[in-house]
């Protein structure tokens, strides 16, 4: 019975409950309802609201964009029409361009028109002006002949014998022409130049203080006595065979009191004989052992000697060393001479006269001294090898390493060769001033009289000379010649001849002057 009464009460509290569950879920879900349909429509009225902005945002950026837009195709119809105003403006233009142009053609094409007319008319001109030049000059050539034959008939010529003549006037007048022209540019270019060298010259001459005369170096030795002779011969002449025997050279023991003399061609040899002897005198012991061993002795320190002298030379221009054989060469200089003047030392004088020149004329100075020094190198070796010494010493130079310009200035300072820069002309001038110094070449009256003699007879090889004298020691030829043979324009060709010749045929110290002499004389006798 309890426990039908609990399940009965149980029951009841269960439906009750049952039923309290179901009212308030049934108010839940009404309020719930009644909360979403608020919402949705506070929501709605949102969505309308913002669509409300939306569509206000919308037509204001609708009515923009159609502002912008009207004003945009504004701007673009205004540039339109600013473009085609242009366009219409440029096109009116070359409109009228185009009409100049045509009106420019159109004229062009009447002058054309009207040239080609005149040139129809010039042509047929010059055609009928031709066709009487064509008859003329048939007139002409036909009168020409006649004249010719008339001409022949009176003067009794052939034709070749009047052109003959005739070239012969020509060719005479002009060698006068050109006789007159070459003249007068060798007088224009004579005083400029001279005036010019002149200054040039003076200043080196008096900047260089050398000697004006050269020693003479001759193959004779001093003797304390006479005394000395008797032992320089010896008994029966030993100790003079000995010595020649051993030196190669001839001792002269003549009357001139204490000397006595050395005479061979080697002038080296003659050195060491001279040494020697002057060594035997000192020491006073002369028999031939002696001789021998002072001839040997001295025969050694030659070679040592040549040496020496040779790099004094070069010291005494202050130019860098030379080569070994170029010095050893250069030494030899000292033991020949030119007319009496020693050749080393007019080596050493042409050098310090190139280096003052090239300082005036502004070329380098040391190659001039170099060129200066070694000139005459070849007369060193010219018994050795055949040619001009020149040609000779150019040769040795290039083999030794010397530069070309060096070679050419040796080669061409006796115009052997043409010069190839100033150096050979200054090596040239140089040699000249040297050589022409008072005193700095002598030479035997044989030679003097041969020289003198020689140039005489070649100024009479040529025609229309009637005579010809050497004057001024042989330093001037005075030629004199026949005036109905030579013009006086023809004169100076053949002074400028004479010189030519002279040049190739001799050798001589300085120079030359030629003097041509025509004159003409009028002798009449009053009765």
Request: glycine share 6%; net charge neutral.
């Amino acid at each position: 019975m309890d426990i039908a009464l609990t399940s009965g009460w149980l029951g009841g509290a269960l439906a009750a409950g049952g039923g309290l569950l179901a009212a308030a879920a049934a108010y839940f879900a009404a309020r719930t309802r009644r909360q979403t349909a608020a919402a949705r429509a506070a929501q709605e009225e949102e969505h309308r609201r913002r669509l409300e902005d939306a569509r206000r945002q919308a037509d204001n950026l609708t009515r923009e964009a159609r502002l912008l837009a009207n004003e945009e195709v504004l701007k673009l119809r205004e540039q339109g029409e600013q473009m085609l105003a242009r366009r219409r403006l440029e096109a009116d233009e070359a409109e009228k361009r185009l009409a100049e142009r045509e009106r420019l053609v159109n004229r062009q094409l009447e002058r054309l028109a009207e040239d080609e007319q005149g040139l129809r008319r010039r042509t047929e001109e010059l055609r009928q002006r031709a066709a009487q030049l064509d008859r003329q000059a048939a007139e002409a050539a036909a009168a020409h002949a006649r004249q010719r034959e008339e001409l022949a008939r009176v003067a009794r010529l052939s034709e070749t014998e009047a052109r003959e003549l005739l070239l012969r006037a020509v060719r005479e007048e002009s060698l006068k022409d050109a006789a007159a022209l070459s003249r007068r540019i060798m007088d224009e270019a004579r005083v400029r130049a001279e005036d010019r060298a002149r200054r040039i010259l003076s200043i080196a001459l008096q900047r260089y203080a050398g000697d004006h005369t050269f020693e003479s170096t001759t193959a004779t030795v001093a003797l304390p006595n006479d005394e000395m002779k008797g032992r320089i011969i010896g008994r029966e002449g030993r100790n003079i065979r000995s010595f020649e025997t051993a030196t190669g050279v001839t001792v002269l023991i003549d009357d001139t009191p204490n000397a006595v003399v050395l005479s061979g061609f080697d002038p080296v040899r003659r050195e060491i004989a001279r040494e020697a002897m002057t060594r035997l005198i000192a020491d006073g012991r002369i028999h031939p052992t002696r001789i021998e061993e002072v001839v040997q002795k001295v025969n050694e320190e030659m070679d040592e000697t040549v040496r020496r002298l040779g790099e004094e030379a070069v010291a005494r221009l202050g130019l860098p060393p030379l080569h070994a054989e170029t010095t050893r060469l250069l030494g030899r200089l000292r033991f020949r001479h030119s007319f009496s003047q020693n050749i080393l030392d007019h080596s050493v004088e042409v050098g310090h006269l190139c280096g003052l020149l090239a300082a005036e004329v502004g070329v380098n100075v040391d190659a001039a001294k170099r060129a200066g020094l070694l000139h005459d190198l070849g007369k060193a070796v010219s018994h050795e090898l055949e040619g001009p010494h020149a040609i000779v010493g150019a040769d040795l130079l290039r083999q030794h390493g010397e530069s070309e310009e060096i070679v050419n200035a040796v080669a061409s300072h006796h115009d052997e060769v043409e010069p190839n820069g100033p150096l050979g002309i200054l090596v040239s001038a140089a040699d000249a001033i040297s050589a022409s110094r008072p005193g700095a070449r002598s030479e035997t009256m044989t030679t003097y009289l041969k020289r003198v003699e020689n140039l005489e007879r070649i100024a009479g090889t040529f025609p229309g000379v009637e005579k010809a004298f050497a004057v001024q020691a042989g330093r001037e030829l005075r030629v004199f010649v026949r005036p109905d043979v030579v013009s006086d324009e023809q004169g100076y060709l053949l002074a400028r001849n004479i010189c030519r010749k002279i040049e190739d045929e001799l050798q001589y110290p300085g120079q030359i002057r030629v003097t041509l002499v025509r004159e003409t004389r009028c002798v009449e006798f009053a009765k």
